[in-house]
């Protein structure tokens, strides 16, 4: 993957999506660029998911646009582009971790995509675990497969929701370094509710709050947003940011 830093990898304007009575997004705007990491922080129920689920066509937004690399979310074009890793990964019981990746080159008829898989699979700690099954794998290791399946692909746009979550320190610590060193050919896009990952990892923060996004930039720039002193930090930024916009 390569990518210029200014390439525009996920613009939303305007989105808008309700379930019933139940509002999702209201208003959404944000751009995320190439060569970084954005992350979208915001309790649960801000709209991250949603937002995810729209970015690769599985949700059909009420009004709004929503673009990967220029192109319609949901398009042939977009679904190429983008690949996405729920909170949740769908691991088949039954189904070795060489099978999951051969079925996702399947799916995307991916042409020589041994090697590639080969390579991912060492990368990530998962060559000797070849012919596992998925309850043979520990939590941290049931998540690097489905990071190997996100990327077997090589789509430019890289989504991620909630990685951390069940995560050990150290599984933590090594998906920071992976993602940041993804960012550099890709856009990458975190959400997280967890404040301590999301500063560590960030270079833009995209601030989500009942639908609506309330605050964007990097970490200084929510600092100065909130009112706060250079190196307040993202949590007492967040803490006052969300505050304000409840009134």
Known sequence: MSARPSEVGWETRDAVKRFGDTVALNGASFVAHCGAITVLLGHNGAGKSTLFRSAVGLVRLDSGTMRITGHQAGSSRARQAVSFLPEQPDLYPGVSVWEHVAFIAMVHRLADWQARAEHLLSRFGLADRR????????????????????????????????????????????????????????CVVVSTHLLHDAERLTDRVVLLDRGRVIAEGTVNDLERRAGLGPGAGLEDAYLTLTSAAHG
Do not use: I, W, Y
């Open 131 to 186: 012919d596992a099954l998925p309850h043979e794998l520990s939590q941290g290791l049931q998540r690097r497969l489905a990071l190997v399946m996100a990327l077997q692909h090589g789509a430019r746009v890289l989504l991620f929701d909630e990685p951390f979550n069940g995560l050990d320190p150290h599984s933590a610590c090594e998906l920071r370094t992976v993602l940041k060193q993804l960012a550099s050919g890709a």
